[in-house]
């Protein structure tokens, strides 16, 4: 069975942290193929931050300067580090494999004072 389970999601302040999990199984698992979206209440789901080839990522334009995507193979695990975070950040969070089309069941976000 394929799974992808995000975690680390929850309330957080306007200006603070969290840091997201996507843990991969019943696939051989590489970073490469991972990446992050989101889907606020009324909006379309929008690229948060994706590995590119080569090892870099590339980043949703609203999420520039404050994100970073990074993963452990050893632990076939992603990660989606949130800095500075905004009130319109808030949304449900999945993590996808691009090679096999796999979404997670997605961590709700809620920024908000």
């Known amino acids: 069975q394929v799974q992808l389970v995000e975690s680390g999601g929850g309330l957080v302040q306007p200006g603070g942290s969290l840091r997201l999990s996507c843990a991969v199984s019943g696939i051989i698992f590489s970073t490469a193929t991972m990446g992050w979206y989101r889907q606020a209440p009324g909006k379309q789901r929008e690229l948060v931050a994706v590995f590119t080839d080569g090892g870099g990522a590339k980043y949703g334009d609203s999420v520039k300067g404050r994100f970073t995507i990074s993963g452990d193979n050893a632990k076939n695990t992603v990660y989606l580090q949130m800095n500075s975070l905004k009130l319109e950040d808030t949304a449900v969070y999945y993590c996808?494999?691009?090679?096999?089309?796999?979404w997670g069941q997605g961590t709700q976000v809620t920024v908000s004072s």
């Open positions: 996808k494999s691009s090679r096999t089309g796999h």
